[in-house]
């Protein structure tokens, strides 16, 4: 079992910058991808951005690709999202996800974008 612990979350005006972080704990030596997602108030939750821990390469939803940037420190065992532009519609509670052989989550970091 991995285990997961988000910051970096905060307030942001529209145009803004915020970087989170997810460090991860615990059984990181099978990891396989790790991640972010987020859920805002009445919507389901939504894939943002992930990031394949051995080779690096990254995948990103398509309404943060040219704003985001997903990035690891793997002696850190931790996982960056970069966040510039933000937008309303950025706000969310972003969690991290951690893959191996179970998923694994964080408790969540809120984000919040004003215009």
């Known amino acids: 079992q991995v285990q997961l612990m988000e910051s970096g979350g905060g307030l942001a005006q529209a145009g803004g910058s915020l970087r989170l972080s997810c460090t991860a704990s615990?059984?990181?030596?099978?990891?396989?991808?790790m991640g972010w997602f987020r859920q805002a108030p009445g919507k389901e939750r939504e894939f943002v951005a992930s990031i394949w821990w051995g080779g690096g390469m990254t995948n990103y939803a398509d309404s943060v690709k040219d704003r985001f940037t997903i990035s690891r420190d793997i002696p850190k065992t931790t996982v960056y999202l970069q966040m510039g532009n933000l937008k309303p519609e950025d706000t969310a509670l972003y969690h991290c996800?951690?893959?191996?052989?179970?998923?694994?989550w964080g408790q969540g970091t809120q984000v919040t974008v004003s215009s």
């Open positions: 615990g059984r990181t030596y099978n990891l396989y991808t």
């Open positions: 996800n951690a893959n191996g052989p179970t998923a694994s």
